[in-house]
């Protein structure tokens, strides 16, 4: 327990990013591994309910694989995999809405509503806003998205709601879609011009050494990202997850994070602090 001598420090120190921040809005990614601990799930809603309180727009994207599977499990249907993504047929997506834009989404609103935040629940068929296609044939009914529909967002964030937002897409013609969560907040940061999108994961950010939590790299310019490639410090899922970061600010966004979500009250050590906690990705000097 910090004594009140720092929380008065920090708050000092948060109060310049507190006023950079207002009435900017902020993309949060939430999801995975991250979500599994309910007192850290806890935290998180706290700290987005203070962001809101002083004056922050947040947007709170989210995903749930691990739900998804457990739920597909007690159901008798097998999770497959390819290149990292969830095969998904048409009954798999079906689990997916309902598991997403149901369970999930609605236990984070209800979460943040006992704080005390104002928030409501979305996904991305809510106004069409996440309009997809199939990302390939060999995917099933993963979802790449073609096109970005604000209008409810900004609607619900004008009315002094946090829009919750569940990464479920669809097509003209009824299909159902399972976005990728990381490629889902990228694409609506950037359709948003938001002032900053966090991904919420559960490693400390872009490590220069993988095997070693030490060697966090804490800022990296879009345009070095082809050479940490190449040197292999981006590697494996990595790979897509910062290609995210690096599309969201070619869209406009003007700083992306990637920090731990497994670190108590991490994301306002990211946002409202001089030292921050994971990798910052912008555009260049």
């Known amino acids: 327990m910090i004594g009140r001598k720092e929380q008065a420090e920090f708050l000092l120190e948060a109060m310049p990013y507190i006023e950079k921040y207002q009435n900017k809005i902020l993309v949060i990614k939430y999801g995975g591994n991250a979500m599994q601990s309910e007192e850290l799930k806890h935290s998180v809603m706290r700290d987005l309910t203070l962001?809101?309180?002083?004056?922050?727009?947040?947007?709170?994207?989210?995903?749930?694989?691990?739900?998804?599977?457990?739920?597909?499990?007690?159901?008798?249907?097998?999770?497959?995999?390819?290149?990292?993504?969830?095969?998904?047929?048409?009954?798999?997506?079906?689990?997916?809405?309902?598991?997403?834009?149901?369970?999930?989404?609605?236990?984070?609103v209800h979460m943040l509503g006992g704080l005390g935040a104002k928030a409501i629940g979305l996904c991305g068929i809510d106004g069409n806003m996440l309009i997809c296609e199939k990302e390939s044939e060999e995917l099933g009914f993963v979802g790449k998205i073609v096109k970005v529909n604000t209008d409810v967002i900004v609607d619900c964030l004008?009315?002094?709601?946090?829009?919750?937002?569940?990464?479920?897409?669809?097509?003209?013609?009824?299909?159902i879609y399972n976005v990728n969560a990381d490629t889902a907040a990228s694409a609506i940061a950037g359709a948003l011009k938001a002032e900053s999108l966090i991904l919420m994961t559960d490693i400390r950010g872009l490590l220069e050494d993988k095997d070693d939590e030490n060697s966090l790299?804490?800022?990296?310019?879009?345009?070095?990202?082809?050479?940490?490639?190449?040197?292999?410090?981006?590697?494996?899922?990595?790979?897509?997850?910062?290609?995210?970061?690096?599309?969201?600010?070619?869209?406009?966004?003007?700083?992306?994070?990637?920090?731990?979500?497994?670190?108590?009250?991490?994301?306002?050590?990211?946002?409202?602090?001089?030292?921050?906690?994971g990798t910052m990705f912008v555009k260049g000097d």
Not at 66 to 76: A, D, F, K, N, V
Not at 219 to 236: A, C, E, N, R, T
């Open 51 to 108: 962001l809101q309180f002083v004056g922050i727009k947040v947007v709170l994207v989210h995903g749930g694989g691990p739900e998804i599977s457990q739920t597909l499990s007690r159901m008798g249907i097998a999770s497959r995999f390819v290149n990292g993504l969830r095969y998904t047929d048409e009954e798999t997506a079906e689990v997916v809405r309902m598991v997403l834009a149901g369970k999930v989404n609605k236990s984070l």
């Open 158 to 175: 004008n009315a002094g709601y946090l829009p919750v937002i569940s990464t479920v897409g669809c097509d003209d013609v009824g299909g």
């Open 217 to 277: 790299i804490k800022k990296v310019y879009v345009s070095d990202i082809p050479s940490l490639i190449k040197q292999g410090i981006i590697s494996g899922g990595m790979i897509p997850k910062i290609n995210c970061c690096k599309e969201a600010i070619r869209r406009g966004v003007n700083r992306v994070f990637i920090t731990d979500g497994r670190v108590d009250h991490s994301l306002l050590l990211e946002l409202l602090s001089d030292e921050g906690m």
